[in-house]
């Protein structure tokens, strides 16, 4: 392993943030960002599901991508494994990364889901690294995924309680390890005026620079509908594997779920399997009414382009008749003009000719011979 800059040396203290997609990890570095810890020049904007941003330093978003890539991982890091292999070739890219970041002082850091994929891979690079996991109860995830719409989902929904496990099983794993360096925090208490989140990183994370604030968040960012259904008890009925690291991270978290205990041990009633159905069921015959609107309107908008495509040759066969109308007129004119000049030249001869003497001696003889009978030759 090369040499790393220790923070003793370069008064630089590492900071990774990081848990399951739609967890709260955003919303926990807009926080920590707040608070004084640098997470990154170039930050991934805002988008669907985060209005106020995803917080994501790009240099890592872009090179946990790659690795994904690489290993046939789709790049938003849906996988049932938690934790993924970094080919070698990745090696110099992350370390030079890791350099950079390193060069300034203070508390820096970044945030990005799936830096949990490589957890043991970035502890061995940045060994004095300190982390914050923020987890999230498995059907409020699953809602929020459910209700991005990422395709994944939708063609195979057991798939975001797989990802759920694997990420979550990575963070129980390794905070196991490393519970003197780590804070294990659920979403629930990044919310309200009590700065218990930031002054637990404080004290167990031993980082004094971090800035206490009174007010953190609008809870109304985060939704919390599926845990007022029936969803928890249908996620201990069919995948009790999930319910177990909930309760296991719960038990060893600095600040755990504020959640019913009895929430997801609730019975199934059949009366909400039948209730979901309905739901369905009215949302098929709302898409199809939608499509047969939509349909409908896109018959229409045909019809108007076709009308308009017509109004349009009309209005281009009546320019093409004014134009030769204005043409017509114009030759018209000319001709009148050219009539104008030669009556005027016609005029301007016969004035000149009348006030000619031969013309009036011409016209006395004529005079003259008419009233003695000789005819004019």
Do not use: C
Request: charged share 25%.
């Amino acid at each position: 392993m090369d040499v790393v800059k220790t923070s003793k040396d370069s008064q630089s203290q590492p900071i990774i943030i990081t848990g399951m997609h739609r967890s709260g990890t955003s919303l926990t570095a807009s926080i920590l960002q707040r608070a004084g810890i640098n997470i990154g020049r170039e930050l991934l904007g805002p988008g669907i599901g985060n209005i106020k941003g995803h917080f994501e330093d790009v240099d890592f978003w872009k090179l946990h991508q790659e690795i994904l890539v690489s290993q046939g991982v789709s790049p938003e890091g849906w996988t049932t494994h938690s934790k993924i292999s970094v080919p070698q070739q990745f090696l110099s890219k992350a370390r030079a990364l890791r350099d950079q970041r390193m060069e300034q002082t203070g508390l820096w850091g970044w945030k990005e889901p799936r830096t949990t994929l490589f957890l043991d891979f970035w502890d061995e690079l940045i060994p004095e690294a300190k982390y914050i996991f923020v987890y999230r109860s498995p059907w409020e995830v699953v809602d929020s995924l459910f209700t991005r719409g990422d395709v994944a989902f939708t063609q195979n929904p057991g798939l975001a309680i797989g990802v759920w496990i694997a990420y979550n099983t990575g963070i129980l794993d390794f905070y196991k390890q490393n519970f003197s360096r780590a804070v294990l925090i659920h979403i629930d208490n990044l919310k309200g005026k009590a700065p218990n989140f930031l002054s637990a990183i404080q004290e167990k994370l031993q980082l004094k620079d971090v800035l206490l604030e009174e007010e953190i968040f609008d809870s109304k960012l985060v939704h919390r509908e599926a845990s007022t259904d029936h969803r928890p008890a249908l996620i201990a009925q069919f995948y009790p594997k999930a319910i177990e690291i909930l309760d296991a991270l719960n038990a060893i978290a600095d600040l755990p779920a504020h959640l019913d205990p009895n929430r997801a041990s609730a019975r199934l009633h059949i009366d909400w399997a039948l209730q979901d159905w309905a739901i369905t069921r009215r949302a098929m015959t709302s898409k199809q009414q939608t499509q047969t609107e939509l349909q409908q309107t896109q018959t229409e908008l045909q019809q108007t382009q076709t009308e308009l495509q017509q109004t349009q040759t009309e209005l281009q066969q009546t320019q093409t008749e004014l134009q030769q109308t204005q043409t017509e007129l114009q030759q018209t004119q000319t001709e009148l003009q050219q009539t104008q000049t030669q009556l005027h030249y016609e005029q301007e001869l016969v004035t000149a000719m009348e006030s000619s003497k031969f013309w009036k001696i011409r016209q006395v003889w004529k005079r003259a011979k008419s009233m003695i009978g000789l005819d004019d030759d």
